[in-house]
């Protein structure tokens, strides 16, 4: 087994696998953040992939969840990150209960460096506000799949700013009903297409702050 298997294995979605590989370059001691490394890699090509159509969201979930195996299996392992490229809120706003581009986009954001706080789904916005406060958070992801639950945006903007934290955060959202332009009149500050896309600008807005 080798740091390029693991790589194969994650772009292959053999999620069945992935664990025992992870399990055994350890036993073999090869140093975690080189294993970490090399997932990244493979959660790299999976995005070429699926930007250049040869991978679908399909794909792009079952990478997550392969992801989520390996990272289990390296996470204690791992020394706290003193090198974070920052900290991320990840939610699902209240009356959502879809999860699925936001625990692609945790995955994506966990393989990449950053350091994940996943708040769940249908999450009120004090929770939101609390998770904020806890992790001092750079930047909030949103995630609302239905038109009647784009208002909730809102709401979480307001109720960081209210706690005083707006200034010290940035918010982008993403979903089915959303775009740039309704984004920024629901108190965002960006938007993404998809995970993908969104790791990208969570990039971009710690990077400006």
């Not at 350890?26 to 992939?49: F, S």
Request: hydrophobic residues 45%.
């Amino acid at each position: 087994m080798t740091l390029e298997d693991i790589k194969k294995i994650l772009i292959d979605l053999d999620i069945d696998e992935i664990a025992n590989a992870v399990k055994a370059e350890l036993d073999a001691g090869t140093d975690p953040q080189k294993i970490l490394q090399a997932c990244t890699e493979g959660m790299n090509e999976i995005g070429r992939l699926y930007e250049e159509k040869e991978y679908y969201l399909t794909e792009l979930v079952l990478a997550g969840e392969t992801m989520k195996e390996a990272f289990a299996v390296l996470k204690p392992h791992l020394e706290e990150d003193k090198e974070s490229k920052g900290t991320v809120v990840c939610a699902t706003v209240k009356g959502d209960n879809h999860d699925i581009g936001k625990n692609i986009l945790v995955s994506l954001l966990m393989s990449a460096g950053y350091n994940v706080v996943d708040a769940g789904m249908d999450v009120p916005e004090q929770k939101i506000v609390d998770k904020v406060k806890e992790s001092n958070a750079q930047v909030v992801a949103l995630s609302s799949l239905l038109t009647m639950t784009v208002e909730e945006i809102s709401t979480v903007s307001k109720a960081l700013e209210e706690a005083g934290l707006r200034d010290k955060v940035k918010i982008i959202v993403g979903g089915a009903p959303l775009n740039m332009e309704l984004a920024k009149k629901l108190g965002a500050d960006d938007y993404a297409d998809d995970a993908v896309d969104g790791i990208r600008h969570i990039k971009a807005l710690i990077e400006a702050a």
